[in-house]
């Protein structure tokens, strides 16, 4: 199938386009949605990127870094990711900060200044004042045998720390050497940024059963999601009817809730001494 999907592109993209994009879908195998979307590329016409915008909440962390690489190939399909993010179809984190740092600079200067706006603005959305109720966390000496504490409450369904937890979000040792300041953004905003592969999904089977969580394995017949806890469901791709993401984070907002600052030191703290 994979070879028959390359030869449409060499169809025009008017007869084969809208083709390539239905086998952009997770009822197909990982190979035949990369051969689809790679056919996709190939064609220079805007229509491709709207295609994908189409597609990209069904996409799995793999497809979705080759469909963003692809649509920073060229400038028509760049308008129509930002179009996109700016109308609300999809989230601003759909662009890494990085990938953001090279929007700024575009030489276009129409794209640089929508980027710029989009990616400014899109922070206007969130309370200011919870980051400046914890500001004084930044300066005060935090304990991490207390912090240590405050993670087996209400951190170990989603990050593992030795023998402890789940290993759900990101190795917390991944992350120790950001700034005390962008570990509390993270914990206080966790929609602002999510890192690739840490999406939460929702599938929709044939049988109308709802399942949520990060895809950790996308094979050629079933993919598997992680759900909070630890516990994992294999899904049979001829079974899903429907797979979306979220739009959020797994880290649900508000885990702060009843917290101090000195309790926030406590725990960035720990965080910053593990090894």
């Avoid at 979000?169 to 993270?186: C, H, I, Y």
């Avoid at 940024?193 to 999406?199: R, V």
Wanted: glycine letters at 8%.
């Amino acid at each position: 199938m994979t070879g028959a999907l390359r030869r449409l592109g060499l169809a025009k993209f008017d007869r084969s386009g809208n083709l390539l994009g239905r086998f952009l879908s997770p009822r197909f195998p990982t190979p035949v949605q990369v051969a689809a979307l790679e056919t996709l590329d190939s064609f220079t016409d805007p229509g491709v990127g709207n295609i994908l915008v189409d597609r990209w909440r069904g996409l799995d962390p793999l497809l979705r870094e080759k469909a963003t690489d692809f649509m920073f190939a060229r400038k028509d399909r760049l308008k129509v990711l930002l179009s996109a993010i700016e109308s609300g179809r999809l989230k601003t984190w759909t662009v890494d900060r990085q990938r953001q740092s090279q929007l700024f600079k575009f030489p276009d200067k129409e794209i640089s200044e929508t980027a710029k706006r989009i990616f400014t603005e899109s922070r206007s959305e969130e309370d200011p004042a919870l980051f400046e109720t914890y500001r004084p966390a930044l300066e005060l000496a935090g304990d991490p045998e207390k912090g240590h504490e405050i993670y087996r409450k209400r951190c170990t369904q989603c990050h593992k720390v030795g023998d402890e937890g789940v290993q759900l979000g990101p190795d917390w040792r991944s992350v120790k050497a950001n700034t005390r300041e962008a570990l509390m953004t993270s914990i206080l905003y966790p929609n602002r940024l999510i890192a690739p592969g840490f999406t939460d999904y929702v599938v929709e089977t044939n049988g109308g059963q709802i399942v949520t969580g990060l895809i950790k394995a996308s094979g050629n017949s079933s993919i598997t999601l992680r759900r909070t806890g630890g516990e994992e469901k294999t899904i049979l791709r001829r079974n899903i009817r429907k797979i979306e993401d979220t739009k959020l984070s797994l880290m649900p907002v508000g885990l702060q809730e009843g917290l101090t600052p000195q309790d926030m030191a406590n725990l960035l703290s720990f965080i910053q001494s593990l090894q």
